[in-house]
């Protein structure tokens, strides 16, 4: 497959495990995002685990994409030939140890950003702490045993040894995108994590501006997964562990996400969030107040508005979970409030749309949940799908999730006059009540329960389903609040605003 190269863009997006591999809110947004503006260049830097987790593209590039790379950060992370004796640099791994002096008291202190910053810097092709120091050196080995020695009881030392290595070897291999990449105006990360770090090194070594607009809080999806992690190991004997405590193991893993988005929040401005209270999560980790400011999705609403002359007068007994079958979404709790929802509408069917192929194991777990419970004739994994062929044919979306932000997938429905029933993260709450009077005096669009609860789930949805009247009263409040709020010609008027400031910026940079 070929892919565009060039010699300089407008805008650098870097993407992080999302667009155009793989489907899902947050590569939707970035497809419209790159479409709204035909003359911008956008040149995309794709950010990936492995090359063997990537297939094929689930996006086209759009025409004004002139430079697309890739590169993979746990990629031959072992493909180093026989290493020679190593002593490494006095003056880089002194800065080591003052970051590790420094990390040990506090996550707000100021001095712990300034000598990361510094030991960023020489992480560079040509800087002094190179990769194969860290990787073989006298010097590093030393470090690895002590922080084991003092703080590790829970993994093999063995176990330790390969999870440091882990962790901190892609920031090299970012080191060198950041010094490689093709000359940008403008970068834009669609996250923090190692996307933001990137980012941010741009911005630290060329002055290039960065704009950062997360969807869902990165280290918080990140804490997420490490908390529901199982491969991550955990060698202490039952009396060892106290159940309150992370393992060190873990601990190290968020303390680098959490540093992660401290250096990406300390380059960018603005930093976007989607809705308040994303906004107040970014301050507490670190962003300046007066970087920060929300801009909602917004979806086209010509692409769904002719669906509702296709609904039916009455709620068809379909409920739709469209998003990809990963733990995040907790499709089981989903799979468990059919069989209530079955019991009382036999017939009722629960449609999952979307790539399953993600987490393999996951997916099988669901669909033995779904055999468990004598449920194969009710739930059908459809797999992507497009939403316009979906929405006419439902009567409820449905989200499970236990982390969302502000989810496409709920404005797409709203726009074709379907009603959701959403777990209370993020913004659906917002989305489905409203956020201020004049937002609520609209109505709800559906029903909000509490995470991982399938009666309730259940219940809500087939109060909706049997109740013809309200399900048409939330079907004509999320068609108002969706034209109201969430249009895409405002989100678009808002980036573009977003754009040109930094253009401008960029302008009296250089």
Partial sequence: MTTPKAESADVALVLEGTFPYVSGGVSSWINQII??????????????????????FKYALPDNVVHFEEHYLYEDLNAHHQPAMRSGDPEAFDLVNQLLD??????????????????VLEMRPGGKLKLEDFL????????????????????????????VRIMFQPLWLLARVATELIPVRVTHCASTGYAGFLGALLEQTRGTPLILSEHGIYTKERKIDLFKSEWIRDNRNVFQRDPTELSYFRQMWIHLFEWMGRYCYASANPIIALYEANRLRQVADGAMPERTFNIPNGIQLARFAPLRAQRPATPPPVLCLIGRVVPIKDIKTFVRAMRRVANELPGAQGWIAGPAEEDPSYAEECQSLVRSLGLEENIHFLGFQKVEDLMPRIGLVVLSSISEALPLVLLEGYAAGVPAVSTDVGSCRQLVEGLDAEDQALGHSGKIVPIADPQQLADAALSLLTDPAAWQAASLAAIARVERYYTDTMMFDRYRAVYEKAFQQAAGVH
């Avoid at 707000?108 to 910053?117: E, P």
């Avoid at 073989?136 to 999870?163: E, G, K, N």
């Fill in 102 to 119: 420094a990390l040990g008291h506090g996550a707000d202190n100021a001095q712990t950003m300034h000598i990361l910053r510094q030991l």
């Fill in 136 to 163: 073989y050196s006298q010097r590093a080995w030393a470090i690895i045993c002590a922080a084991y020695r003092d703080h590790c009881s829970d993994p093999s030392f063995v176990d330790f040894f390969w999870t």
């Fill in 35 to 56: 479409r709204a503006y035909p003359e911008i260049r956008f040149a995309i830097v794709f950010l990936g685990s492995r090359r063997a987790d990537y297939k094929a």
